[in-house]
């Protein structure tokens, strides 16, 4: 009991150092600043190619963004590369493109394979100083978190649940955030994971 109790402690205190620091970064769409790039990191993608709902969500709320002229570029990020079931950056570009945004906003990092993979290259391989990364609100404050201790200006969006999710799938991706979050911090302040660590 003890013994859980030493390893929950500072887990959940990880956690919530996470969450409540990227708070105050975490913007409507509406108020979100004009930035140097939108940043959409990948997610899983069908074998045919298509997104899955939950990345489906972040690409709509991207495109939206786009449109309003928040950023002249949208960065997308995730695996490149493999078979068409595999490669989730040409599947967003697929996505954006058959819905009216052109293929020169569009900017391919097919090696953000890691939420810390992503922002870092944001800053270090596509020079951006500021961005908005457009995400599931489960996923929103790792990602402001993780780039706003890397050095990027970053305000996240929560992308809007476009589709009837179950309380299984939604309670399953809390379940993995929470864990996530944990190995963030300990990536930032223990670990000093740098992209593709």
Request: positive net charge; proline residues 5%.
């Amino acid at each position: 009991m003890l013994g859980a109790l030493a390893l929950l402690l500072p887990a959940t205190a990880m956690h919530e150092h996470v969450r409540w620091s990227a708070a105050a970064f975490v913007v409507d769409a509406a108020t979100a600043p004009r930035v140097d790039l939108l940043v959409v990191p990948g997610a899983r993608i069908y074998p045919d190619g298509t997104p899955y709902d939950l990345l489906a969500d972040r690409l709509a709320a991207a495109r939206d963004l786009y449109a309003r002229g928040v950023a002249p570029r949208i960065l997308l990020s995730g695996r490149g590369g493999g078979g068409q079931g595999e490669d989730e950056v040409a599947a967003m570009r697929r996505w954006l493109q058959a819905r009216a945004v052109p293929a020169a906003a569009l900017v391919d990092d097919p090696a953000g394979l890691r939420t810390i993979d992503t922002m870092q290259r944001c800053k270090d391989v596509f020079g951006a100083a500021s961005v908005v990364v457009v995400t599931n609100p489960f996923h929103v404050a790792r990602a402001v978190f993780l780039g706003r201790q890397l050095g990027l200006d970053v305000r996240g969006v929560a992308a809007p649940y476009g589709h009837d999710y179950s309380l299984a799938v939604l309670g399953r991706n809390q379940g993995r955030e929470a864990l996530a979050r944990v190995r963030a911090w300990l990536d930032v302040f223990v670990l000093g994971t740098r992209a593709g660590g």
